[in-house]
């Protein structure tokens, strides 16, 4: 009598700093048919040392980490580890960090606060190979790479590297320069460096400009969030 074929198990990794939040993923995803979560880690320097004793197949990140972003450790396994299928989960609105995850290297990025059958279709779309993101960022990502929007503030916050766009969100906390040097333990003369290219790519007359416009998308983007 034949057998049926063995369905392939994905093996998941999951990186999150709180340890309830671990568990219960722990718990959907080996609900899942064909996944199986292997191990967890709570910050960046332990997924990167289990990650060298068992390779997964996906690995689900969080944006906050204790040591280092989810943004870097991305980055870093890209490229130390590219056949590992990278998903982010995060409270972070998607409209600030899902464009900087997939350019990290992301396949994917989904809220924590969304259902747990859109987290179940983003693990079997990143397994299969796919790209994994709600309409809206799918929106973004074309407008980021057809160019529209060109000359609006609002579209360019794509071109700031993590370390500027760090540095806008502080100022739009409306913190002064050595405020944001010590917060962020840089010197305040790299601060008014990072300012200045800040106002260049989002195209700012000056550094007040860059203030008052920094605060309203601040404030305007804490409204949006649920």
């Not at 990650?51 to 870097?72: F, S």
């Not at 990143?126 to 960022?137: L, N, P, Q, R, Y």
């Not at 799918?138 to 609006?152: C, E, L, Q, Y």
């Not at 000056?206 to 983007?221: K, N």
Request: net charge negative; proline share 4%; glycine share 8%.
């Amino acid at each position: 009598m034949n057998q049926p074929p063995v369905q392939p198990v994905c093996r998941v990794a999951i990186v999150d700093d709180h340890t309830l939040m671990r568990e219960g993923i722990r718990l959907f995803v080996n609900s899942l048919d064909g996944f199986e979560c292997v191990w967890q880690a709570a910050s960046c320097r332990e997924a990167i040392g289990q990650i060298e004793q068992d390779l997964p197949d996906l690995m689900i990140v969080d944006i906050t980490l204790p040591d280092r972003t989810g943004l870097e450790l991305i980055k870093d396994l890209s490229v130390s580890h590219p056949e590992v299928a990278l998903l982010v989960l995060s409270m972070h609105d998607e409209k600030l960090y899902a464009l900087r995850a997939l350019k990290a290297g992301a396949k994917g990025y989904v809220m924590k606060h969304a259902p747990h059958q859109d987290l179940e279709a983003s693990l079997r779309k990143v397994a299969a190979g796919g790209i994994a993101v709600s309409s809206v960022i799918s929106d973004m990502v074309v407008g980021a790479f057809s160019g529209s929007g060109k000359g609006r503030p609002d579209q360019e916050i794509h071109t700031l590297t993590d370390r500027e766009f760090e540095i806008f969100q502080e100022i739009g906390k409306g913190l002064s320069t050595n405020d944001i040097a010590t917060a962020l333990k840089i010197s305040p003369k790299t601060v008014d460096v990072h300012r200045l290219n800040i106002r260049t790519k989002l195209r700012l007359e000056d550094g007040g400009a860059l203030t008052r416009w920094a605060i309203r998308w601040m404030e305007a983007s804490r409204q949006e969030q649920p």
